[in-house]
């Protein structure tokens, strides 16, 4: 594996760290439930894509820092995952 491709696997990983830190941050604040609770809520109620979409703020800050450190392969990354989550995103929403 070459440098630039481990550098973008680097910033891949971090942006799905960053997004599940996300999704786990949100559920914990939107109801007194249980996390499995909570989830399975989601779920049946068909909002799965919008709580997706708001797991994947904490990206931007992630993007943001790699951009200030000049470590664009990482930045393209996360850019990448988020692009992916973007698509699960509007794919749930015609489901």
């Given at each position: 594996m070459g440098h630039i491709s481990k550098e973008v696997v680097?910033?891949?990983?971090?942006?799905?760290?960053a997004t599940l830190c996300g999704l786990f941050i949100y559920l914990e604040f939107i109801s007194d439930d249980t996390m499995a609770e909570?989830?399975?809520?989601?779920?049946?109620?068909?909002?799965?894509?919008?709580?997706?979409?708001?797991?994947?703020?904490p990206n931007l800050f992630v993007f943001w820092v790699f951009l200030k450190k000049n470590q664009d392969y990482r930045?393209?990354?996360?850019?990448?995952?988020t692009i992916v989550v973007a698509l699960i995103t509007l794919v749930l929403k015609f489901i």
């Open positions: 680097i910033g891949v990983l971090t942006s799905i760290v909570t989830f399975k809520k989601v779920i049946e109620g068909g909002v799965l894509g919008p709580v997706l979409a708001l797991a994947a703020i930045a393209r990354g996360v850019l990448m995952t």
